[in-house]
């Protein structure tokens, strides 16, 4: 059971643009939820989070949009960049004892310039 | 920029061999994770352990798996007897979990290739 969706499954855009990758979840009890890109031939590597007290998280051209009643949150990349193209993942981490994150299935972004 | 420490980077095993992948949390971190990610691109949840206790870890019904972090000596993942399917990225990934920090920072991950 996929219990983090991701969308959508690739995203092409151009250079100075801003990309919008989108993910859902369905387990209330998650209360983290990090993104990471990859890029080919490594591992993934954390971007950016954020815990539902609150609905936004900047760090620079990366922000965090969430949406608790929704159970939606969103990465905007501000300006995008050829060296951002990469496979992003969402993924959301119940905390506690259970700690374990459940990723979703990634979305690979091709920046063109 | 993760300073977790994964051996070795690539790993290639026959049918039924043993296959055994190594991972040095970052200092600190008392807490380590191990994943599977496969060939397109999911991710498994496999193992975590705080210190040298493990908090969970998925049904690993045929047993095959095995996994410990002992204390002073790397955390090891060890594959009983491979099989293709198993061929995965496998990634480990330590974190602080204090208040404020639930960050996981994977190491760049043991490549495991069963023939």
């Known amino acids: 059971q996929q219990q983090v969706r991701q969308s959508p499954q690739s995203l092409t855009v151009w250079e100075g643009e801003t990309a919008i990758l989108n993910c859902s979840y369905e387990?209330?009890?998650?209360?983290?939820f990090p993104w990471y890109h990859q890029f080919p031939g490594e591992s993934p590597a954390l971007l950016i989070a954020?815990?539902?007290?609150?609905n936004k998280k900047e760090d620079g051209r990366f922000t965090i949009f969430f949406n608790k009643r929704e159970k939606k949150f969103s990465l905007h990349i501000a300006d995008s960049q050829p060296g951002d193209s990469a496979t992003y993942f969402c993924?959301?981490?119940?905390?506690?004892?259970?700690?374990?994150?459940?990723f979703g299935k990634g979305t690979k972004l091709s920046v063109k310039s | 920029n993760s300073k977790v420490i994964q051996t070795p980077r690539y790993l290639v095993k026959g049918q039924g061999q043993k296959a055994k992948m190594r991972c040095i949390p970052e200092?600190?971190?008392?807490?380590v994770f191990w994943y599977q990610q496969n060939k397109n691109n999911e991710f498994k949840f496999l193992i975590n352990?705080?210190?040298?206790?493990?908090?969970?870890q998925i049904d690993m019904t045929e047993k095959r798996f095995s996994a410990e972090c002992p204390s002073n000596s790397p955390c090891s993942l060890e594959i009983q007897s491979s099989e293709a399917g198993d061929s995965a990225l496998y990634l480990c990934?330590?974190?602080?979990?204090?208040?404020?920090?639930?960050?996981?920072?994977f190491g760049p991950g043991t490549r495991l290739t069963v023939l």
């Open positions: 200092k600190g971190h008392p807490v």
């Open positions: 990934a330590s974190s602080a979990r204090d208040r404020s920090s639930y960050e996981q920072y």
């Open positions: 954020i815990r539902p007290v609150s």
């Open positions: 387990d209330s009890t998650f209360d983290y």
């Open positions: 993924a959301a981490e119940a905390g506690g004892s259970n700690a374990k994150l459940t």
């Open positions: 352990f705080q210190n040298q206790e493990v908090l969970q």
